[in-house]
């Protein structure tokens, strides 16, 4: 317990507000038979909209075309920082969906979707 003098601060971010984010990945291990085409159409939508239910936004943006102090409310953290649907990039072009094929299985008959 602490003392009633102390306090403890919780910060649950992405983004550092210098421009910097940082987070998780999440990885899904998918049969090779399924067409890569189909996930992208499949997934690209989910990932984008799971924001409005579950993501935890932040106060201000850090997009290179904002004014800059603005204190606006973001439903994601990290969306200033992606900037395309589907690539092999994961620091300066972020796609939302990654096509590093890294699986942790028979490569035979999985493919890593990240």
Not at 61 to 82: C, I, K, M, P, V
Not at 91 to 112: C, G, Q, S
Request: glycine fraction near 8%.
């Amino acid at each position: 317990m602490l003392p009633a003098s102390q306090r403890v601060a919780v910060y649950k971010n992405n983004s550092d507000g210098k421009g910097n984010s940082y987070g998780t990945h999440e990885n899904y291990l998918v049969d090779r038979a399924t067409p890569f085409a189909s996930i992208v159409r499949d997934l690209t939508p989910f990932f984008v909209t799971r924001q409005v239910f579950t993501g935890a936004g932040k106060l201000g943006t850090e997009a290179s075309w904002d004014e800059g102090n603005r204190h606006r409310y973001q439903l994601s953290q990290r969306a200033d920082f992606f900037r395309g649907g589907v690539g092999l990039e994961t620091t300066l072009k972020r796609p939302i969906i990654n096509t590093r094929d890294e699986p942790h299985a028979d490569p035979a008959k999985y493919d890593a979707c990240t």
